[in-house]
């Protein structure tokens, strides 16, 4: 198996380990003992006697390959195995996929740096495939729907889901027996030594869904009702039972809450309707939808394994493409290494390169920031480029205002808005008329932040608060030039740990319309803050009354809400909020809020 890289230091291990294969960088060992040869000298002989004593056979196989650097003495361990025909599997796959691709690299270091991310892309995916889910069977399946029906008797409505085989535990006694989740209800039925156990728990008397643990089992399922607890523990397929039964929970409490969410999800609004299948691509749609913080419409289509060509570590990068309606993104497959995310707004072209033995089945998406991605190794390449041809040119129709570059005046807009040029880009101001702004100063809107009009006044320190300021926007700069300044940069860990560090005041605001993506919807969107302004001030109800009375004493100490200014900008925002929304309305935190975006 591979195994993720570790120094070994050859000078002493050189009596235990029997070379039999060697290339340029790679070295195929055996343990002394092991083998027809490996016994028949004393050195042998003794080595194997230890494994066999120490039972170290647990912990050290008696094959291994390692990456050596030449002129080094310290080697990195890749992969072990126990039998010659499983670490000869490992060595031909190595050189058949890297040997003749390490070639083109002049530096050393940058060829161990590609071998270990290959490695660690192939734990991952090994990982990844023994976690994969069997398909249901469906004769067991209706086996299982005609003893739910028998047992429970829930009217021809309620439908089975799926079923797990699991423990019921009740105090200190474990009653194994069968759980069945239907769209209403968590069922669980048990005959045991002549007794009969039967549960019926609805989804909206579910307090509470976790995994804990109690004395007797580490991982457990615990429900909570108003008035009692339950405890369930499974061997096997406990993370997907688990992730059904939340979906299930959640799908029920947003059919009773009337939530605006729920109706963005047509396959789910008929109970009678919905599969498990349904319910695990919900999940996995709201995964995606949140790891890269994407507008909640959207659709994902494809999960592809591919490699991106990532310049800062000037080497492809092992992951997986993500594809949906306005976006193409990928992450790697190890956590934190690398995320990309496109919008097809900012897309150019996307074509298929020739392909190579170094470069397989490669497509090349090229940006408006004159920034081109390179993909490779995607399985069906040409369909994948053919529906995103489709999905770019139903972007483009759907925007044409924005997509549009023979208008001049429209491309420069567009530029302002959507380039996502950090340093030389300020928030968008508005392009209101001069008409409009003289009927109600209140109106008007700004042009620049109000952190960059107001500063603090009669504070000690200011030079050092500035000179540290100064400090951060070179680090950012520095970063923006090293991975990219738009809103396809490539996130890295890094970008975590500039954000621990500090976000300097100029480049806040753009930094969380970057990141939280809600630049996309600034210029998707376009006039609509403008248009929420217009018709909302002037009106006169209760939230308008309570934002009046707050106004004047909201953040006495900070001098932009001591101005008019900043006291019409803030009127704005909590006015036009409270009209978008209007079952929230306005309450005192929406001023922390409003200050703080």
């Given at each position: 198996?591979?195994?993720?890289?570790?120094?070994?230091?050859?000078?002493?291990?050189?009596?235990?380990?029997?070379?039999?294969?060697?290339?340029?960088?790679?070295?195929?060992?055996?343990?002394?003992g092991?083998g027809?040869?490996?016994?028949?000298?004393?050195?042998?002989?003794?080595?194997?006697?230890?494994?066999?004593?120490?039972?170290?056979?647990?912990?050290?196989?008696?094959?291994?390959?390692?990456?050596?650097?030449?002129?080094?003495?310290?080697?990195?361990?890749?992969?072990?195995?126990?039998?010659?025909?499983?670490?000869?599997?490992?060595?031909?796959?190595?050189?058949?996929?890297l040997?003749?691709?390490?070639?083109?690299?002049?530096?050393?270091?940058d060829?161990?740096?590609?071998?270990?991310?290959?490695?660690?892309?192939?734990?991952?995916?090994?990982?990844?495939s023994?976690?994969?889910?069997?398909?249901?069977?469906?004769e067991?399946?209706?086996?299982?729907?005609?003893?739910?029906?028998n047992?429970?008797?829930?009217?021809?409505?309620?439908?089975?889901?799926?079923?797990?085989?699991?423990?019921?535990?009740?105090?200190?006694?474990?009653?194994?027996?069968?759980?069945?989740?239907?769209?209403?209800?968590?069922?669980?039925?048990?005959?045991?030594?002549?007794?009969?156990?039967?549960?019926?728990?609805?989804?909206?008397?579910?307090?509470?869904?976790?995994?804990?643990?109690?004395?007797?089992?580490?991982?457990?399922?615990?429900?909570?009702?108003q008035?009692?607890?339950?405890?369930?523990?499974?061997?096997?397929?406990?993370?997907?039972?688990?992730?059904?039964?939340?979906?299930?929970?959640?799908?029920?409490?947003?059919?009773?809450?009337?939530?605006?969410?729920?109706?963005?999800?047509?396959?789910?609004?008929?109970?009678?309707?919905?599969?498990?299948?349904?319910?695990?691509?919900?999940?996995?749609?709201?995964?995606?939808?949140?790891?890269?913080?994407?507008?909640?419409?959207e659709?994902?289509?494809?999960?592809?394994?591919?490699?991106?060509?990532?310049?800062?570590?000037?080497?492809?990068?092992?992951?997986?493409?993500?594809?949906?309606?306005?976006?193409?993104?990928?992450?790697?497959?190890?956590?934190?290494?690398?995320?990309?995310?496109?919008?097809?707004?900012?897309?150019?072209?996307?074509?298929?390169?020739?392909?190579?033995s170094?470069?397989?089945?490669?497509?090349?998406?090229?940006?408006?920031?004159?920034?081109?991605?390179?993909?490779?190794?995607?399985?069906?390449?040409?369909?994948?480029?053919?529906?995103?041809?489709?999905?770019?040119?139903?972007?483009?129709?759907?925007?044409?205002?924005?997509?549009?570059?023979?208008?001049?005046?429209?491309?420069?807009?567009?530029?302002?808005?959507?380039?996502?040029?950090?340093?030389?880009?300020?928030?968008?101001?508005?392009?209101?008329?001069?008409?409009?702004?003289?009927?109600?100063?209140?109106?008007?809107?700004?042009?620049?932040?109000?952190?960059?009009?107001?500063?603090?006044?009669?504070?000690?320190?200011?030079?050092?608060?500035?000179?540290?300021?100064?400090?951060?926007?070179?680090?950012?700069?520095?970063?923006?030039?090293?991975?990219?300044?738009?809103?396809?940069?490539f996130?890295?860990?890094?970008?975590?740990?500039?954000v621990?560090?500090?976000i300097?005041?100029?480049?806040?605001g753009k930094?969380?319309?970057?990141?939280?993506?809600?630049?996309?919807?600034?210029?998707?969107?376009?006039?609509?803050?403008?248009?929420?302004?217009?018709?909302?001030?002037?009106?006169?109800?209760?939230?308008?009354?309570?934002i009046?009375r707050?106004?004047?004493?909201?953040?006495p100490?900070?001098?932009?809400?001591?101005?008019?200014?900043?006291?019409?900008?803030?009127?704005?925002?909590?006015?036009?909020?409270?009209?978008?929304?209007?079952?929230?309305?306005?309450?005192?935190?929406?001023?922390?809020k409003?200050?703080?975006?």
């Amino acid at each position: 198996m591979w195994l993720k890289p570790e120094e070994v230091l050859l000078k002493n291990a050189l009596k235990l380990w029997v070379t039999q294969k060697s290339s340029g960088y790679f070295v195929l060992q055996r343990r002394r003992g092991h083998g027809d040869s490996g016994g028949r000298c004393f050195t042998g002989r003794l080595v194997g006697a230890l494994d066999t004593v120490l039972d170290s056979n647990a912990r050290v196989a008696p094959f291994r390959i390692l990456l050596q650097v030449p002129g080094s003495p310290i080697h990195s361990a890749i992969a072990c195995g126990a039998t010659d025909e499983e670490i000869n599997q490992h060595w031909e796959w190595l050189e058949q996929n890297l040997l003749h691709t390490l070639s083109v690299f002049d530096n050393k270091d940058d060829i161990v740096s590609f071998v270990k991310g290959k490695i660690k892309a192939l734990i991952a995916e090994e990982t990844s495939s023994k976690l994969a889910e069997q398909e249901e069977n469906p004769e067991k399946f209706r086996e299982a729907l005609v003893k739910f029906e028998n047992r429970f008797n829930f009217p021809e409505a309620e439908k089975l889901i799926t079923y797990y085989s699991c423990c019921c535990w009740k105090g200190r006694v474990p009653r194994q027996g069968w759980l069945y989740l239907s769209i209403n209800h968590l069922c669980f039925y048990s005959f045991f030594l002549g007794k009969e156990l039967k549960l019926i728990i609805p989804w909206v008397d579910v307090q509470k869904l976790e995994r804990t643990s109690n004395i007797f089992m580490t991982d457990i399922i615990r429900i909570t009702t108003q008035s009692k607890e339950r405890d369930f523990s499974m061997f096997l397929n406990i993370d997907e039972a688990f992730r059904i039964m939340e979906q299930l929970a959640d799908v029920t409490l947003r059919r009773l809450l009337d939530n605006e969410i729920f109706e963005l999800d047509p396959g789910l609004q008929d109970p009678t309707q919905i599969t498990k299948r349904d319910l695990e691509a919900r999940a996995q749609n709201e995964y995606f939808r949140a790891f890269f913080r994407l507008p909640k419409k959207e659709r994902l289509h494809e999960v592809l394994d591919c490699s991106l060509w990532t310049p800062f570590s000037r080497c492809h990068t092992a992951g997986r493409m993500f594809t949906s309606d306005s976006y193409v993104c990928f992450a790697s497959k190890e956590d934190g290494c690398c995320n990309v995310l496109i919008p097809l707004l900012e897309v150019v072209t996307i074509e298929k390169m020739e392909d190579t033995s170094l470069l397989p089945n490669p497509i090349i998406i090229s940006i408006k920031s004159k920034t081109a991605f390179q993909f490779i190794e995607l399985k069906d390449r040409d369909t994948l480029v053919e529906n995103l041809l489709l999905r770019l040119k139903q972007v483009k129709a759907s925007n044409p205002a924005l997509c549009n570059s023979k208008n001049k005046d429209t491309q420069n807009s567009h530029s302002r808005c959507a380039d996502y040029q950090l340093g030389r880009l300020g928030v968008v101001p508005s392009q209101s008329n001069g008409d409009e702004n003289d009927k109600n100063g209140r109106h008007l809107m700004n042009t620049e932040a109000l952190s960059s009009t107001f500063h603090h006044s009669g504070m000690d320190g200011l030079d050092f608060r500035m000179s540290r300021e100064q400090v951060k926007e070179s680090l950012w700069n520095d970063h923006f030039s090293e991975y990219g300044r738009t809103v396809c940069m490539f996130r890295t860990e890094k970008i975590r740990k500039l954000v621990a560090m500090g976000i300097p005041e100029s480049l806040r605001g753009k930094l969380w319309l970057l990141f939280s993506d809600a630049i996309t919807d600034l210029h998707s969107n376009p006039g609509y803050y403008q248009n929420l302004v217009e018709v909302s001030m002037g009106m006169c109800c209760i939230a308008t009354e309570e934002i009046e009375r707050d106004l004047h004493r909201s953040l006495p100490e900070h001098p932009a809400f001591q101005d008019e200014m900043g006291i019409a900008a803030l009127r704005r925002v909590l006015t036009a909020y409270a009209h978008r929304n209007p079952k929230i309305g306005y309450c005192q935190v929406k001023i922390c809020k409003a200050i703080k975006k």
